[in-house]
């Protein structure tokens, strides 16, 4: 059984090889070597290591890492840098250095690391799924907007019509207007209708997902704006219900909070903070944008978004929409916590009194 050590090791991870920085009680180093960025490196250098305390800096490779420290029994802390620059703003930066720096700071006081913790491997696997998707999209909305630029070169602007059926509409647009450009133009559409077929696919991954792993998301998907997509992104983003003791702080973590840097006597008003999962953000932004907008549902929520953004100047729906969408945040973590229905009008009054 392995005994509890008094050292301190900071890992500054690389993709070929990563640093390691040992210090003892006295915060001195002893050790700074540099091992494989692999399993089997990490499981040579830590598996038969007392048990200790080891600091390392969040990244691409962090979640299995940490997980694997965490497995060989030892204290690990996920530093984050948006948080600490010492990390990210050092002006000598190595390898060598970052290692020690993490350990000290871990050795001083782990809250100094505003320490974060990984998704299980589990939601991180679902997420894929979501975030493959979103990637097929973009590339998709970049191949359509290729082809709009080029025939606009041309002198022909393509009717609007919906992504999925751009790339019939564009290939019988172009053999009427430029038929010299079919072949040119066919490669990207081909690329299209694939893209279209896989997405459409990933879209069914992600409802039968929601579905069968996820059954929670039907509640959510009460509110007006919310779909599968949305609701799904929201519990795997968030993953433990319970991780926050308000439902009000949740619109902090997904960055929909105002900044802030008061002193003295002055206290501005700054944008949002933008922390947390920039998509899970995007997708509440959207869904406010829908409850705000001309096909929304009555409910108690569009009623004082509008009511938010007649009341200011130009910014004001801007404003009322990312208002609307940390208002959605803290709705559906509540939903998700107490597991009541949800409706449009009085909900609010309600959730008060209760």
């Not at 029994?73 to 990210?88: D, F, M």
């Not at 997708?283 to 406010?288: D, G, N, Q």
């Not at 929304?296 to 004001?316: F, I, M, Q, V």
Request: glycine content about 8%.
């Amino acid at each position: 059984m392995k005994t509890s050590s008094t050292d301190t090791i900071g890992l500054d991870l690389g993709d070929r090889y990563s640093q390691v920085c040992v210090l003892n009680c006295e915060g001195r180093v002893t050790k700074s070597v540099k091992i494989r960025t692999n399993g089997a490196g990490i499981r040579r250098f830590f598996g038969k290591r007392a048990s200790t305390r080891v600091v390392i800096e969040v990244g691409s490779q962090s979640p299995w890492v940490s997980q694997m420290l965490t497995g060989l029994g030892h204290e690990t802390l996920v530093a984050n840098p948006r948080r600490v620059k010492l990390i990210s703003a050092g002006h000598r930066k190595s390898d060598q250095l970052d290692a020690e720096l993490l350990a000290r700071l871990g050795r001083v006081d782990p809250q100094l690391l505003a320490p974060i913790t990984h998704r299980s491997e589990k939601s991180r696997r679902h997420l894929t799924v979501i975030r493959g998707r979103d990637e097929l999209v973009a590339t998709r909305t970049s191949l359509v907007n290729h082809v709009r630029g080029l025939l606009k070169s041309f002198g022909n602007r393509l009717p609007s019509c919906n992504t999925p059926a751009f790339p019939k509409r564009a290939r019988a647009h172009v053999a009427e207007f430029k038929p010299s450009l079919v072949a040119t133009l066919e490669p990207t559409l081909l690329v299209l209708e694939t893209l279209n077929q896989q997405i459409k696919e990933l879209e069914r991954q992600i409802t039968e997902l929601a579905r069968n792993a996820y059954p929670e998301t039907q509640q959510l998907e009460c509110v007006d704006g919310i779909g599968t997509l949305t609701a799904l992104t929201f519990i795997l983003t968030l993953e433990d219900k319970n991780r926050f003791v308000r439902s009000r702080d949740v619109g902090a973590y997904v960055g929909l909070c105002p900044k802030r840097s008061q002193s003295g006597d002055k206290d501005p008003e700054l944008r949002i903070s933008k922390r947390g999962d920039k998509h899970v953000r995007q997708l509440l932004v959207i869904a406010a944008q829908r409850t705000l907008g001309p096909f929304g549902k009555d409910s108690d929520l569009r009623s004082w978004g509008l009511e938010l953004a007649a009341r200011g100047k130009k910014n004001a729906k801007k404003k009322a929409v990312v208002a609307v969408a940390r208002r959605l945040a803290v709705l559906l973590h509540r939903l998700w916590v107490t597991g009541e229905e949800y409706q449009p009008i009085g909900y609010s009054c309600r959730a008060r009194a209760a």
